[in-house]
Every structure is written in C-alpha cells, then in structure tokens.
C-alpha cells in the first residue's frame, strides 16, 4: 500500500468557517435614553475596519476541540482507495504561511511583496486624503482562483478630480502561448510545458488633479513569479516605475521629481536612473502621435537574477516606492490653488484624451490585466481620467505654454 498523503483541499475544507463563529445575541437596536427618546446615531467610519484591522476572534482552543473529528475523517481516507493525493497550490501554500507564521523576512518573497505594497498603499492614501481633505473609497475583493485586492479610489474630491491607489495579488495559471511569449525575456521557463502556476503583486497609482497647473501623476511597483507543478519557484523578475504628465510645464517641478527618482535609484547603481530614464521615453509614448505621455520618470521590466539577485532588487524597488510622497508631495501642495482659467481647463481635457489613448492602446499593464481570467475591470480602468475630450484638429498658439509642453514631449529632455 502506497503511503498515505491526505488531500490538501480536504483538510482545508475542515477548517471551520466563520459562520461556526459564537453567536452574538441580538437585542433590540432601538435603544432609548433616559428622558425616552432614541439615542442619537453615532457616526461610523466606514474605512475603520480597514485603517484598523481588528484581531482573529478564534481562540485556539476552540479548534483543539475539532482535532477527533478531524483525526477520524483522515482515518477513513486512509482505508479509502479511491482518494488521491493533491499537491497544494501556491495559493493554498501562502495562505496556510500566513496563518500560522505572518509574515518575517524569512517568507517567500510572494509573502514579502504582498505585505510591503499594503503597507505602502495605508501610508500613502492616508497622506493624500491630508492633501484632499476626503476620504478614499475602500472596495476589496477576492479571486476564486486565489488572491484578491484593495482598491481605493477618490472621485471629485477637493483637489483630485479622480485618484486611485490598488494594491493587487494574483495568483493563477499561464497558458502555453503566454509561457512562449514571456521566455523571450526569461529563458528559465520551460518551453514545453502546457501551463504554470504564476503569481504577481504589485502596487499602482494615478492621481488626476483638478487644477490643470497641477500635473498628474502615475505609480506602479510590481513583482511576478511561475511555478511547477510541485511548488517550486521557476522565474520571478520585477518591474515598475513612475513617471509625471502635466498639462502647464513648470521646469522646476520636473527637476525636482526628476531628483527624488534618481537619488533612490543611486543608492543601488549609478546607471540606473539614466538607464530606466530613457526606457521612461521609450515606452510612455504615444508612437502614433509623435510625442510622449509625458515629461517622463523612470520605468523598467523583467529585472530577474540576470540583472542582480532578489534581495537587492527587492531593495531597490522598496527604495524606490518610498521615494514617490517625497517627489509629488511638494509639486501638488504648491500647484493645487492655483488660478486658472476655462481655456486652460480645456486644454487640460486634451492632454487628458492622449493619456486614455496611451493607456487603452499602449500600455502592456492594461492588456495584461484585461487579458487575465477572472480580472477586476474596475481597478483595471481606474488609471483612466473622469473626463476627457478630443477636438478635432487642435493646434496650440503659436509661442504659448500649450505650444512649448509640445515641443518637450516631442523632444524629451534631461531634468537633472
């Protein structure tokens, strides 16, 4: 008789829901105060449970009393033939991590993305709702196939027309055309192989502000790793970047988001930022316009063991997402209350329309996740502005700060 490994879904599907919780007994939720009336309503926040994540309510003892009934189901799957063992998925393996250990530096770098971007993702909502003066909207959401996401999104607020911050954690399979596809950058995929077990988590941000002096702006850190059959990791690489779109150029503030970029990537290698500076041009372009989205940042991909081993990547893409308050910050502070005029409103609508054209025709990110089984549209479009317009034929005055922000997209330059 072969020797016996349980089913790893079937010791998962004894785990108690919480529905098996203790039962709170409801009362009467018309309570009255002392003089007879109804006690006033207390105000809720309704992002509370998510700023302040409450404790597990299971005590363990609790489950120790499961351990019998448990022991006798494993029993009678040992006398059963027609059980078979199931290697767990990297799903499935995560979750059970995280419930008995968290997670320490020691987890599987999956574990350590996923907590770092939700980290980042309070830190920065909570200092742009300072900026705003209004709360996020906080969705969450979970993937059948394993994962799930946050989503936070502002829409008309007091000075961002429409911002989101996502934070996102897939875990799924790849077809054999999406493996063919990715080995062009990563040779240590097996080609001959119908499909992997893939996981990506990442962090993305767009900011669009109302005042059209203050520039937009756009954020993505991300981390993407296959798997075999029993579990182990085959490739993993990073990528991300940030870059800024204004739609009034002001030199200044260019130069220093420029700064605050290249400082973080100069801790880890003097040739990163004039490397991903000018992969920022090459790729935030709207080629058949001529011209680029906007007055750039930084961007990269597919930086695996080729480029340097995890850990100082992991590094340098920490660097380099705690460098993001620092560089937008003191920009939309000092552009926010500006005076402007319809004209400029207008133009602003225009410069709009091109980065909804980079995005839906461009962008490899958006195709990817509108491509991917299972994907959250929503989260996905929540980069695309509130509004926007395309005017027919529209040529700036010549000599006008419309006509010179053209002249720079069209020939990028080098702000620091």
Same mark, same amino acid.
């Given at each position: 008789m072969p020797p016996f490994r349980p089913s790893y879904r079937v010791v998962r599907a004894l785990e108690l829901p919480q529905s098996y919780a203790p039962r709170t007994i409801l009362r009467s939720s018309t309570r009255r105060c002392m003089w007879g009336g109804p006690l006033p309503k207390q105000k809720v926040d309704?992002?509370? *449970?998510?700023? *302040?994540?409450?404790?597990?309510?299971?005590?363990?003892?609790?489950?120790?009393?499961? @351990?019998p009934f448990i022991g006798a189901i494993i029993y009678s799957m040992v006398t059963d033939d027609s059980v078979k063992a199931e290697s767990p998925t990297i799903a499935e393996k995560d979750a059970l991590t995280k419930r008995e250990n968290g997670v320490t530096e020691q987890s599987p770098m999956r574990l350590r993305m996923e907590a770092f971007v939700q980290q980042h993702q309070k830190q920065i909502v909570s200092e742009l709702e300072k900026v705003d003066g209004n709360k996020f909207q906080v969705d969450t959401w979970q993937r059948p196939e394993g994962g799930g996401g946050i989503t936070c999104v502002?829409? +008309? =607020? +007091?000075?961002?027309? &429409?911002?989101?911050?996502?934070?996102?954690?897939?875990?799924?399979?790849?077809? /054999?055309?999406? %493996?063919?596809?990715? /080995?062009?950058?990563?040779k240590a995929l097996d080609p001959d192989v119908d499909s992997l077990e893939f996981f990506a988590a990442?962090?993305?941000?767009?900011?669009?502000p109302h005042n059209p002096n203050a520039p937009t702006v756009h954020l993505n850190y991300r981390y993407f790793e296959t798997a075999d059959e029993l579990g182990n990791t085959t490739a993993w690489w990073y990528g991300g970047g940030c870059d800024l779109t204004p739609c009034y150029l002001f030199?200044?503030?260019? !130069?220093?988001?420029?700064?605050? !970029?290249?400082?973080?990537?100069?801790?880890? +290698?003097? #040739?990163?930022?004039?490397?991903?500076?000018?992969?920022?041009? +090459?790729?935030?372009?709207?080629?058949?316009? #001529? *011209?680029?989205? #906007?007055?750039?940042? !930084?961007?990269?991909?597919? @930086?695996?063991?080729?480029?340097k081993d995890q850990e100082q990547l992991f590094s340098f893409v920490q660097d380099c997402l705690a460098a993001f308050l620092p560089s937008y910050l003191p920009? %939309?502070?000092?552009?926010?209350?500006?005076?402007?005029? *319809?004209?400029? &409103?207008?133009?602003?609508?225009?410069?709009?329309?091109?980065?909804?054209?980079?995005?839906?025709?461009?962008?490899? #990110?958006?195709?990817?996740? @509108?491509?991917?089984? =299972?994907?959250?549209?929503?989260? %996905?479009?929540?980069s695309l502005p509130l509004t926007a317009r395309w005017q027919y034929m529209h040529v700036p005055e010549k000599g006008s700060r419309e006509e010179r922000l053209l002249e720079v997209l069209r020939s990028p330059r080098e702000w620091v």
């Open positions: 309704p992002l509370k *449970e998510w700023r *302040e994540p409450k404790p597990s309510k299971w005590p363990n003892r609790f489950r120790l009393l499961m @351990l502002l829409q +008309d =607020g +007091d000075v961002f027309e &429409k911002g989101g911050v996502n934070t996102s954690v897939v875990y799924g399979r790849l077809p /054999r055309a999406a %493996i063919q596809k990715m /080995r062009v950058n990563h990442g962090l993305s941000l767009v900011l669009h030199d200044e503030d260019a !130069i220093h988001f420029h700064h605050a !970029i290249k400082g973080a990537c100069d801790k880890h +290698d003097k #040739g990163y930022y004039p490397r991903f500076k000018q992969w920022c041009d +090459d790729y935030f372009n709207n080629r058949h316009r #001529g *011209e680029t989205r #906007g007055v750039g940042g !930084i961007f990269f991909d597919d @930086l695996d063991e080729t480029e920009i %939309i502070n000092k552009r926010k209350d500006m005076p402007f005029t *319809e004209a400029q &409103k207008q133009w602003q609508q225009i410069r709009r329309g091109r980065y909804v054209e980079f995005n839906l025709v461009h962008d490899r #990110g958006t195709a990817f996740g @509108l491509n991917t089984p =299972g994907a959250r549209v929503e989260s %996905i479009l929540m």
